[in-house]
């Protein structure tokens, strides 16, 4: 079945550096990635949205300059926190899809900022 | 009115029963529907995956889907204490590519007691 590695699964830093997340998809080739976060007891919020070789699209309220998003081939998608801080403390989860093949997701990043 | 509704629970119950969860929706494009299943701090896991109305059975696991009355459901036979979890129903109006989106209900926190 389709498989979706995300990496790494949790990660502490200091406050105002920049952490990188990966997703990939390891046994398909994904057309479309998505981005979600996650509060405790919250439901997943989309983030954004992110193809191949284009720029991602921006949920509202989302700050595109504060989290950077890469999708350099369709097997792999980054998410970049940059000057993270205590607020942006969260669970980030990745998705891939495919037409017709439904959304895999990722086994999420806690990142914690300190 | 939010476009999925689920109850958040807790919903508690003994080995063995029968586990009904359930969402209702407002938007009317949606057309696939999908239940996930969510550990603690991992990312989600698809139950099932279907499209428009009608029932849909796996194993233990049942969906259905009523378009007319914008309700889902996902009912669990014979529970067991490793169903204890999670369960988050999504929908979106296409099945793949760029343009689609997945709306997430809030959850449900499910324990199965032994």
């Known amino acids: 079945g389709a498989v979706v590695s995300q990496h790494p699964s949790w990660v502490i830093c200091k406050s105002g550096t920049s952490v990188k997340i990966e997703c990939r998809s390891l046994?398909?080739?994904?057309?479309?990635m998505f981005w979600y976060r996650q509060f405790p007891k919250q439901s997943l919020m989309l983030m954004a949205t992110s193809n191949e070789g284009s720029k991602a699209t921006y949920e509202q309220g989302v700050e595109k300059d504060k989290f950077l998003i890469n999708h350099a081939s369709l097997t792999l998608s980054t998410l970049t926190v940059t000057s993270a801080h205590p607020e942006d403390s969260s669970f980030y989860i990745c998705?891939?899809?495919?037409?017709?093949?439904?959304?895999?997701f990722g086994s999420g990043t806690r990142l914690t900022v300190v | 009115q939010k476009e999925v509704e689920q109850d958040p629970g807790p919903l508690s119950v003994p080995e063995g029963a029968i586990v009904s969860l359930n969402c209702t929706y407002s938007n009317s494009a949606f057309q696939y529907f999908m239940w996930y299943r969510q550990y603690s701090r991992k990312g989600p896991e698809l139950l099932m995956y279907?499209?428009?109305?009608g029932n849909k059975e796996d194993g233990r696991f049942t969906a259905q889907v009523d378009k007319s009355s914008k309700y889902i459901s996902l009912f669990i036979r014979d529970s067991q204490p490793s169903d204890s979890a999670t369960y988050l129903c999504a929908m979106s109006a296409a099945s793949g590519g760029s343009n689609y989106k997945l709306t997430f209900g809030k959850g449900t926190l499910l324990t199965v007691n032994p």
């Open positions: 279907t499209y428009s109305s």
């Open positions: 998705s891939a899809t495919r037409a017709n093949y439904g959304y895999t």
């Open positions: 046994d398909f080739q994904a057309t479309t």
